[in-house]
């Protein structure tokens, strides 16, 4: 198997899974048939869109290869009628979701670096591929997103680029270092969410005696 068909493997794949995540997300609201399509597309190829636009490919690989679009839709429709059976499968969805933050990390990342992006934008660009959806569901959904909760979600695909940047540099651009790429991303979303690790939140103070709201308080 080469490179560009393994890349092409985890990119549907990354696809199906969002997809899958975004329908969950969207028959919990529920939204009719067209809406947990609509959010369950977003949710997979919201990231890779806006990938595309920054790195100026034209149309969008989500509009010209007609294989996201039907691997979107038909995952989203498919937890549409199967939602009953899936509902139970919370924790399988989690893993879905850490997988898919893991492929599409890898891919967007080095799509960038490619179409010859500096490797601290590509970096960027990877992060934001892999959230850009999951951020698209939760606002479409009407949930605070993800990866501005305390969870680590974002830093795990930080890390994860980087990695795949080193990589790329350094001319370890085989399957198996990449895999290893997308291991790292997977475990650490695992790991965190195991162990509820989370980055730090500001601390408000509590409320005051007189009732006033400590929130208009200023310390000079």
Same mark, same amino acid.
């Given at each position: 198997?080469t490179?560009?068909?393994?890349?092409? +493997?985890?990119?549907?794949?990354?696809?199906?899974?969002?997809?899958?995540?975004?329908?969950?997300?969207?028959?919990? *609201?529920?939204?009719?048939?067209?809406?947990?399509?609509?959010v369950? #597309?977003?949710?997979?190829?919201?990231?890779?869109?806006?990938?595309?636009?920054?790195?100026?490919?034209?149309?969008?690989?989500?509009?010209?290869?007609?294989?996201?679009?039907?691997?979107?839709?038909?995952?989203? @429709?498919?937890?549409?009628?199967?939602?009953?059976? +899936?509902?139970?499968?919370?924790?399988t969805?989690?893993?879905?979701?850490?997988?898919? !933050?893991?492929? #599409?990390t890898?891919? %967007?990342?080095? *799509?960038? !670096?490619?179409?010859?992006?500096?490797?601290?934008?590509?970096?960027?660009?990877?992060? !934001?591929?892999?959230?850009?959806?999951?951020l698209?569901?939760?606002l479409?959904?009407?949930?605070?997103?993800?990866? @501005?909760?305390?969870?680590i979600?974002? @830093?795990?695909? @930080?890390?994860?680029s980087?990695?795949?940047? !080193?990589?790329?540099?350094? %001319?370890?651009?085989?399957p198996a270092?990449?895999?290893?790429?997308?291991?790292?991303?997977?475990?650490?979303?695992?790991?965190?969410?195991?162990?509820?690790?989370?980055?730090?939140?500001?601390? +408000?103070?509590?409320?005051?005696?007189?009732?006033?709201?400590?929130r208009?308080?200023?310390?000079?």
């Amino acid at each position: 198997m080469t490179t560009s068909t393994a890349l092409l +493997l985890a990119d549907l794949t990354g696809v199906a899974v969002f997809a899958a995540s975004g329908a969950s997300a969207a028959v919990a *609201k529920r939204l009719d048939l067209f809406g947990v399509a609509f959010v369950g #597309f977003v949710a997979a190829l919201g990231g890779g869109i806006f990938r595309d636009l920054v790195i100026d490919e034209e149309p969008p690989l989500a509009f010209a290869d007609w294989r996201y679009a039907a691997t979107a839709a038909i995952t989203a @429709l498919a937890v549409f009628w199967l939602h009953p059976q +899936l509902a139970r499968l919370r924790t399988t969805v989690l893993v879905l979701d850490a997988a898919g !933050l893991a492929l #599409f990390t890898v891919t %967007g990342t080095l *799509k960038a !670096l490619d179409a010859r992006v500096p490797a601290v934008g590509a970096c960027l660009i990877g992060m !934001l591929t892999a959230i850009g959806g999951g951020l698209g569901r939760d606002l479409l959904t009407a949930e605070i997103p993800v990866v @501005l909760r305390r969870e680590i979600y974002a @830093l795990a695909a @930080l890390a994860g680029s980087v990695t795949v940047a !080193l990589l790329y540099v350094t %001319g370890q651009i085989a399957p198996a270092p990449l895999t290893a790429a997308a291991v790292l991303v997977f475990g650490l979303r695992l790991i965190a969410l195991r162990r509820r690790w989370s980055a730090p939140v500001a601390m +408000l103070r509590p409320p005051r005696a007189d009732g006033a709201d400590p929130r208009t308080d200023r310390e000079w």
